[in-house]
């Protein structure tokens, strides 16, 4: 079940700093963590901390504000996700996962960042609704 706190049974790590309503999910895509592990980081579905795992959809694309129709749920971007050092533990020698997956032009708003969505999305939930393995996300609104 998503609610507006997220996902039921799902805790956040750091509740000071995720979770919330305005940050009641964190949306990665699968597509992402291969770039991700083919640049050399040791990733995998979970391991960036997010709630929903997407296949398919070009995170590039997505813009803050996007509603989206996720199983029984509708949701909303809010936020870039913002890198902290919990993710050190996959950093690869001299390489920061956080400098791969975020910039100064991202945290500006700057869609055009190659970086853009690679640090995913929060959402937060404006209609709880029961979420499964493999349902479709769709978009719904487009005003940003």
Same mark, same amino acid.
């Given at each position: ?19 919330? =309503?305005? @940050? ?10 291969? $770039? ?7 990733? $995998? =579905? ?5 709630? %929903?795992?997407?296949?398919? %959809? ?8 996007? #509603?989206? #129709?996720?199983?029984?749920?509708? %949701? ?6 913002? =890198? ?5 533990? $996959?950093?690869?020698?001299? @390489? ?5 997956? $975020?910039? @100064?032009?991202? @945290? ?5 960042? =190659? ?30």
């Amino acid at each position: 079940m998503l609610s507006p706190l997220g996902l039921e049974g799902d805790g956040h790590a750091h509740p000071q700093v995720h979770g919330g =309503p305005w @940050k009641a999910v964190l949306l990665i895509a699968s597509e992402d963590i291969e $770039y991700l592990q083919g640049l050399g980081y040791p990733v $995998y =579905p979970g391991a960036l901390g997010e709630n %929903i795992t997407t296949v398919g %959809i070009d995170f590039r694309r997505l813009r803050l504000g996007q #509603r989206f #129709r996720l199983g029984q749920a509708f %949701i909303e971007l809010t936020r870039n996700r913002i =890198p902290c050092s919990t993710l050190d533990v $996959y950093n690869t020698g001299d @390489k920061p996962i956080q400098h791969a997956i $975020y910039d @100064k032009r991202v @945290k500006a708003g700057d869609v055009a960042s =190659p970086r853009w969505g690679l640090s995913g999305f929060y959402a937060r939930v404006l209609e709880a609704g029961l979420v499964r393995q493999g349902d479709i996300i769709a978009l719904t609104d487009q005003t940003v």
